[in-house]
Nanobody, 116 residues
Framework: QLQLVESGGGSVQPGGSLSLSCAASGGSLAGYGIAWFRQAPGEERVAISCHATSDGSTYYRDSAKGRFAISVDNAKKTVYLQMNAVKFEDTAVYYC?????????WGQGTQVTVSS
């Protein structure tokens, strides 16, 4: 049973950077697409980036493209989200999950707060 645990969130100033981690355990990521999601207050949870394990291709939501980068360390079974040039609107709880998302894999997420 795959488990995913997010970490690395915190407070950051606008324009700053933050790196999030999603550690997988209890199973192999082989065959899984892995995605980062976020949910801002009062908003629905949306996908912002995904990594396709089939071919290593990556995808980004328009608002994240050029600022965020997803990467995978297969040996550590960890997926990262490098967040650069963050904006106030990036404030949200960030989650990782498979693509397509599996309800049982949702964790507590990690809070990112962009504030002056």
């Amino acid at each position: 049973q795959l488990q995913l645990v997010e970490s690395g969130g915190g407070s950051v100033q606008p324009g700053g950077s933050l790196s999030l981690s999603c550690a997988a355990s209890g199973g192999s990521l082989a065959g899984y697409g892995i995605a980062w999601f976020r949910q801002a207050p009062g908003e629905e949870r949306v996908a912002i980036s995904c990594h396709a394990t089939s071919d290593g291709s990556t995808y980004y939501r328009d608002s994240a493209k050029g600022r965020f980068a997803i990467s995978v360390d297969n040996a550590k079974k960890t997926v990262y989200l490098q967040m650069n040039a963050v904006k106030f609107e990036d404030t949200a709880v960030y989650y990782c999950n498979t693509d397509p998302a599996e309800n049982d894999y949702w964790g507590q997420g990690t809070q990112v707060t962009v504030s002056s």
